[in-house]
């Protein structure tokens, strides 16, 4: 009867943790805790799941731990000295899955849900370490009315979280939308009409000219600086040295989570992660229904506790809330149009994904492979020829639309993204620097090593074809939202262990992206220095002549410009363009 009453006490401490995970849940996802009634059945699967984990869990493992020892194990059916211990151990995963959101994931947190967030945490950590000194301190764990004022600690701390909780959901909503009534009043001129609800029928009450010039906007998701520089110098990248050369460039700070939706999405409309609504690379939902979840806590299994019941989509940037630079050009009677930002090469499995592919174009494929690479018969090589043939398609298909685009020139803006070398990058990071990882045969050195700068060369390429069809007066700027970076040995070890997808790139740490402007109005031959990628849409707004969003979270990188173009252009300011405010 002793595993039985390990899994009670288990369960019970479960029990406290998947409250918390509740908890975490509405304080970091406004729609959950705007749901209503519909949240409840959510919650409670959510509680539910984490109160059968612990009760599994932790048992079979302190039985595991005490295979060898020498007393037989002798437990009632409550003891708060079990109790406590195995509420320490699962709380302070809990936990610091909760301070990780503070940490990594504070773009995504609008600042007041980020401050309640860390109150509750601040509470759950003080009485968690009441407990933990409680069970782990041998003069302690065995005084009963210590171990119950540490229990009684951390109901009040989870009561005190739960209340704050409520009273945001109860009076903060009101209280923010009487807070953006007011300030719509304050800025909107008496008699006029309120914004409309809905962002795809309303328009801004601005009286302004249309876009000033033409920008083109390339973007290369997975790009490394270093390495362009290094291949330009090289004479490698002939349009990229005419970029340094005639125009400026700099590095961009990412943000977290550094995936594709979410980094882009942040670009294209200078807004952070909570504002523009695209928050992660995932949405879920629990038995397909309503509230769907863009943040849970990392680091505790989250989807695979709830696998049973979870539903995942990917997120893309056509989810955001609030309008692109191109869409704000076309609103204002300008040239606004866009290919390729919703293409994540990361977000479909690749067997998935090669049967829906289109067939990649054989001039692709001849710049890419070797014709003994394309020989190969082993079923890992094909499957390193198939990824390079739909990263080749993918871009192919964006260069395509791109040329069509460009067909109907005028003021404004085209903005297109090339999803392909983030993908190929993610593949071949480790036979292009087999140094970082030690483990690489020579013989697929010359099979794969020239694939990702070959691939360099290809989007040198198309850069090239858009410096030739610059025009008078017309923009041009190259960015990458993010880098990439060699996989450390513990997360190659894990894709080892857990069957991931073994990639040798990463971009999980945020390596910074870029930002190259070529133009007559660009500063020239320089560097302009560091800037964020929430800074792009508000400089390319400004290049156009338009107002920029007060309520912008990125600035305008006047750095890029020249001194000529910035003393004749003043900044124009509107207070915001998303239509719901």
Request: glycine fraction near 10%; proline fraction near 7%.
């Amino acid at each position: 009867m002793t595993f039985p009453k390990l899994v009670v006490h288990a369960a019970l401490a479960g029990l406290y943790g998947g409250l918390v995970v509740a908890l975490f849940l509405r304080l970091a996802n406004p729609a959950v805790g705007a749901a209503g009634g519909g949240q409840a059945p959510t919650l409670l699967l959510v509680v539910l799941a984490y109160t059968l984990a612990a009760a599994v869990v932790w048992p079979v493992l302190y039985v595991a731990l005490r295979f060898f020892a020498r007393h037989r194990l002798r437990l009632t059916w409550l003891s708060l000295r079990y109790l406590i211990g195995f509420h320490a151990v699962n709380t302070s995963l809990i936990l610091g899955s909760g301070w990780l959101i503070l940490s990594k994931f504070r773009a995504t947190l609008a600042p007041p849900e980020a401050d309640r967030l860390a109150a509750a945490c601040g509470w759950l950590t003080v009485a968690w370490l009441a407990a933990a000194t409680v069970a782990t301190v041998p003069r302690l764990r065995r005084r009963v009315h210590l171990q119950a004022a540490a229990g009684g600690l951390a109901l009040v701390a989870l009561l005190v979280s739960l209340h704050g909780d409520s009273a945001r959901s109860d009076g903060a909503f009101v209280t923010g939308a009487l807070s953006e009534h007011a300030t719509e009043t304050a800025s909107r001129p008496a008699g006029a009409p309120p914004t409309g609800p809905s962002p795809a029928e309303a328009r801004p009450a601005l009286t302004t000219a249309p876009p000033a010039r033409r920008l083109v906007l390339l973007n290369f998701d997975g790009a490394d600086l270093d390495t362009i520089l290094t291949m330009q110098a090289q004479g490698k990248l002939p349009a990229f040295s005419r970029l340094v050369q005639e125009g400026t460039y700099g590095r961009l700070a990412s943000i977290l989570p550094c995936v594709a939706s979410v980094t882009r999405a942040t670009l294209v409309t200078g807004m952070l992660p909570y504002r523009n609504g695209v928050r992660s690379a995932q949405a879920r939902s629990v038995l397909g229904g309503d509230p769907w979840i863009d943040v849970v806590p990392p680091g505790i299994g989250f989807d695979v506790v709830l696998a049973p019941v979870l539903e995942r989509r990917a997120t893309r940037v056509s989810d955001r809330q609030v309008p692109t630079f191109w869409e704000i050009s076309a609103r204002l009677g300008g040239l606004g149009e866009a290919a390729g930002w919703d293409d994540d090469q990361d977000a479909v499995r690749p067997a998935a994904a090669s049967r829906a592919a289109p067939a990649a174009p054989q001039d692709w494929i001849a710049d890419l492979l070797d014709p003994e690479v394309q020989r190969q018969k082993e079923p890992a090589a094909r499957a390193l020829v198939a990824e390079v043939a739909r990263a080749a398609a993918a871009d192919a298909l964006v260069l395509d639309a791109l040329q069509r685009l460009e067909e109907h020139a005028g003021r404004g803006v085209t903005a297109a993204s090339f999803p392909g070398l983030d993908r190929v990058a993610h593949i071949f990071l480790r036979y292009a620097r087999p140094a970082d990882f030690g483990n690489v045969s020579p013989r697929d050195v010359d099979l794969y090593g020239a694939i990702l700068e070959r691939y360099y060369r290809r989007i040198d390429g198309i850069v090239g074809r858009a410096l030739q069809s610059e025009g008078a007066g017309a923009l041009l700027m190259v960015s990458a939202t993010h880098g990439i970076r060699p996989a450390p040995p513990l997360h190659r070890l894990k894709d080892e262990i857990l069957g991931g997808e073994h990639l040798s790139g990463i971009h999980e740490d945020a390596p910074p992206g870029f930002l190259f402007v070529h133009g007559r109005d660009a500063l020239r031959g320089r560097v302009f220095g560091k800037g964020s990628i929430a800074d792009v849409a508000p400089t390319v707004l400004y290049a156009l002549g338009l107002p920029v969003a007060r309520d912008a979270h990125g600035g305008i990188l006047a750095r890029v410009f020249s001194e000529a173009f910035t003393a004749t252009h003043p900044v124009t300011v509107i207070g915001s363009y998303d239509t719901d405010r």
